[in-house]
């Protein structure tokens, strides 16, 4: 695997772990906790919620679904 697309699915784990931990998170707080564009957030988040992980009850707030997710190292 490229390291770019390592980093990037690190990334998108990290972004998932975070808004499991703290529940309903805004767009604006991933890119201030993860220090990265708005533009970049947006992209994880799609594919969060193309795999049913994450979904928007309302425009730009997160939360996760209740799929069941085993995550490793």
Do not use: C
């Not at 998932?16 to 991933?30: A, D, P, W």
């Amino acid at each position: 695997m490229k390291p770019s697309t390592n980093r990037m699915l690190t990334r998108i784990k990290s972004v998932y772990m975070f808004i499991q931990e703290k529940g309903l998170v805004t767009t604006q707080e991933l890119v201030d906790e993860f220090g990265i564009t708005p533009r970049t957030i947006q992209r994880d988040l799609n594919v969060l919620a193309y795999n049913d992980l994450v979904h928007s009850p309302s425009r730009g707030k997160w939360e996760t679904t209740r799929k069941k997710v085993k995550i490793t190292s």
